[in-house]
């Protein structure tokens, strides 16, 4: 997968010295040894919540509900849908991350958040609207994702995040528009070249994310170091308090284009199809989006986007699948 590389290591590196992401704390450290700054919120080891509701053995994450065969056109959204609630605040609030370099990042030349995400979002709104810019972006953690969809505070999520059954009993999710699968981020003159290297080795993930629990469940037993942004992952294992970062590896290929002395490594462990994430009660707004994401696959809009931000070669989208 390629990158476009749009920051230089001494960004990274002025990141690192603000220790940036959600703020810093100090460790603690033996009288006379130098005091290293770590961001607020580590938990090391992770805390790996208890099981979620059991998902249907019969679940296939990327089934989800098909698209009307007519889409009402934008700024005339039928009377009594979501969408027309939606028309009527004068804007789509849609969950982003602010710290996932290609996907959902905050542009340090003019300050506003952007990348894949942020563009399909934009193209949600314009449905809505007809007009992209009608959204508000709220910046999130993981951790926050659902919480934020299901008490209805955004109309939507879009932050790379994985479809599974798991989260089904609790969000409905649009049709996968980017797979992914979660393999690790080493720096370059590391050992570690899988996820069976790094027994014993503390490995960062976000907390609130698939990733995570895949490092608790994994055979290997590498120690879970969680955070609350993707960015603290980079600061951790800049001061070498972490061996590994491992996530999906859209998200750990923008860190690697961030910083030149990271290299993505091993192959694939899991299967990630993205969704946006959707209030469950709301499958009207559910079928109109997938019948968005379906007009950007046919119409090169999801070409479009994928060769702005991960450049070429530009593979095909994921396919729809439905279960009605």
Known sequence: MKAKIKFTFSGVLLCLLAACGSGTAVTSAPAGA?????????????????????????????????????????????????????????????????????????????????????????????????????????????????????????????????????????????????????????????????????????????????????LAEAPSKPIPIAVNDWTDCMVLIQQGQVDAISTDDNILAGMAAQDPGLQVVGDRFTDEPHGLAIKKENIDFVRFVNGVLDQMRSDGRWAGIYQKWMGAPVPAPPPSQYLD
Request: charged fraction near 15%.
């Open 34 to 214: 130098a005091v290293v700054p770590r961001p607020l919120g580590v938990q090391d080891p992770a805390v790996i919540p208890s099981a979620t509701a059991a998902a249907p053995a019969t679940c296939d994450p990327r089934l989800s509900r098909r698209p009307p065969s007519t889409a009402p056109a934008a700024g005339q959204m039928p009377a009594g849908t979501t969408m027309a609630t939606i028309q009527s605040h004068g804007r789509l609030v849609v969950g982003v991350d602010q710290n996932t370099y290609l996907f959902g990042f905050r542009d340090p030349s003019t300050g506003q958040i952007v990348g894949f995400d942020i563009d399909i979002a934009r193209e949600i709104a314009k449905a809505i609207f007809g007009d992209p810019d009608k959204v508000q972006l709220v910046a999130i953690t993981s951790a926050q994702r659902i919480p934020l969809v299901s008490s209805g505070k955004v109309d939507i999520v879009a932050d790379s995040m994985t479809i599974n059954c798991a989260r089904l009993q609790q969000v409905a999710f649009s049709s996968d528009y980017f797979d992914a699968g979660q393999k690790i981020l080493v720096a370059k003159n590391s050992p570690f070249k899988s996820i069976g290297d790094l027994g014993g080795k503390k490995v960062c993930a976000a907390a609130g994310t698939t990733s995570i629990q895949t």
